[in-house]
């Protein structure tokens, strides 16, 4: 029986072959993802991974909602596993905002699901690390959310020669559309055009930007000058003063397939081009407004990095580390009538917070040695055999070789 496709199992390191997905990877990227989401001040939530349908038919766009993993349940209610989290969030957002101070910045890790067709960086579920900031309209925010994008991916060891965030805009798009006599029942439809223009041929993007009355050379010309609007200058300026303007660029090809965002857009990709998006995002300033039948009214933006992309630059960019069991000490127990002394040992080892291994069962000494060894142990300890009734530890450091003799207390600080 294997696992369906587009779905992946994670194996501890060392994999068992070069295709296996890594757990220790993962963590690593979750460790990460946290630690820098909690430098910039935002909490972690989370929410349900099955969902109403109606969540994501109402704004989504016409692209996730073909891709929805979605059923009818026992009860009859027509439901989705989670494509993405913007629609979650929105409305616990929306149900709570009164208890939180705004602006309320919140990040998760959920695990997404959507029906796609399986390829090189797209799945059938991925892990997404979402940071959104709700009740901040001015572009301070904005700046803020892109600069944590830009530090998520730094402190996994990137810089700015692996990646750069496309910056764009829908106002500048928008603006566009209605200079060139676009019609407003018209307008997703043109975004969808735009969202499509890098990977498809001048032939077939042309023949559907006529259907809308736009010229393709207009919207070459437009891309091609990448003017910043207003908007995008005072954003330039604000990373520019933190000394991450190298990490962006305006690009207009970016325009966001999804329905709801309404001001600054952005992607980020590596700097060669060999991969999809490792992250995208952006300002969406009426979903709060909408999926609360327009109880609440907060400005919110955000953005959803994957982990499926990002997994491929790391691993093809040599910046994971080496991933080990961490083991602190290996507890040798070469004769069986110290076995309770030894256990003894290890329960206070571990009691002390140190990751700890032995041998579940009798075994030779050399082979327990090698054990501890293959086990990238930190050191080897057995207990002394216990001749005027005080316990001592025998510790050996294994890369130095170096040996000590000590109580137990000696023993859990030199294992520190
Ligand atoms: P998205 O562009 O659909 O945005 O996804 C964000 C990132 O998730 C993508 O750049 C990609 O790395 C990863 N991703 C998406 N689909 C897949 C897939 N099938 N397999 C592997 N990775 C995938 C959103 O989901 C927005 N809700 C993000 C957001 C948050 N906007 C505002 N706040």
């Not at 695990?111 to 009740?135: A, P, S, T, W």
């Not at 450091?397 to 207390?409: F, K, V, Y």
Request: charged share 30%.
């Amino acid at each position: 029986m294997e696992c369906l496709p587009g779905f992946r199992e994670f194996y501890p390191e060392p994999l068992p072959h070069k295709d296996a997905w890594s757990a220790d990877a993962r963590q690593h990227i979750f460790d990460t993802w946290r630690s820098t989401a909690r430098r910039y001040g935002f909490r972690e939530f989370d929410g349900p991974p099955l969902e109403p349908l109606d969540l994501y038919t109402a704004k989504s766009g016409a692209e996730i909602v073909g891709q929805l993993f979605n059923f009818v349940d026992k009860g009859e209610r027509a439901v989705s596993m989670r494509p993405e989290m913007t629609p979650t969030v929105a409305r616990m957002v929306a149900a709570a905002e009164r208890a939180y101070k705004k602006p309320i910045k919140w990040f998760s890790i959920p695990q997404l699901f959507r029906y796609e067709k399986q390829q090189k960086g797209r799945l059938r579920e991925h892990f997404q690390l979402n940071c959104d900031i709700f009740g901040e309209a001015d572009l301070g925010a904005d700046a803020e959310i892109v600069a944590l994008l830009i530090d998520t991916l730094r402190a996994l060891g990137l810089t700015e020669d692996d990646f750069v965030i496309r910056l764009s805009s829908r106002q500048a798009w928008q603006r566009f559309f209605a200079s060139n006599n676009g019609k407003p029942d018209q307008e997703y439809e043109f975004y969808q055009v735009i969202d499509k223009v890098e990977r498809e041929t001048p032939e077939v993007s042309s023949a559907r930007l006529k259907l809308l009355g736009i010229e393709y050379a207009a919207v070459q010309d437009f891309i091609r000058a990448g003017e910043p609007t207003p908007e995008l200058a005072i954003l330039l300026e604000n990373l520019k003063a933190r000394g991450l303007g190298a990490f962006v660029k305006v690009d207009y090809y970016v325009i966001r397939g999804l329905d709801y965002y309404t001001g600054v857009v952005f992607e980020a990709f590596d700097r060669k081009g060999e991969f999809r998006a490792i992250a995208g995002g952006g300002r969406y300033d009426q979903l709060v407004k909408l999926l609360s039948q327009g109880k609440v009214d907060l400005p919110a933006l955000g953005f959803g990095m994957g982990d499926v992309v990002l997994l491929e630059l790391l691993k093809a960019r040599g910046k994971l580390p080496k991933f080990t069991a961490g083991v602190d000490v290996v507890v040798l127990v070469e004769e069986e009538s110290l076995r309770a002394s030894s256990l003894a040992l290890v329960q206070a080892l571990r009691d002390a917070g140190r990751v700890v291994e032995y041998s579940l069962t009798p075994a030779k000494s050399d082979k327990q040695f090698k054990r501890a060894i293959e086990l990238a142990a930190r050191f080897t300890a057995r207990v002394e055999p216990d001749l005027d009734g005080t316990k001592q530890v025998r510790l050996k450091n294994i890369s130095t070789r170096s040996e000590t003799i000590g109580d137990l207390s000696a023993a859990i600080a030199a294992t520190a």
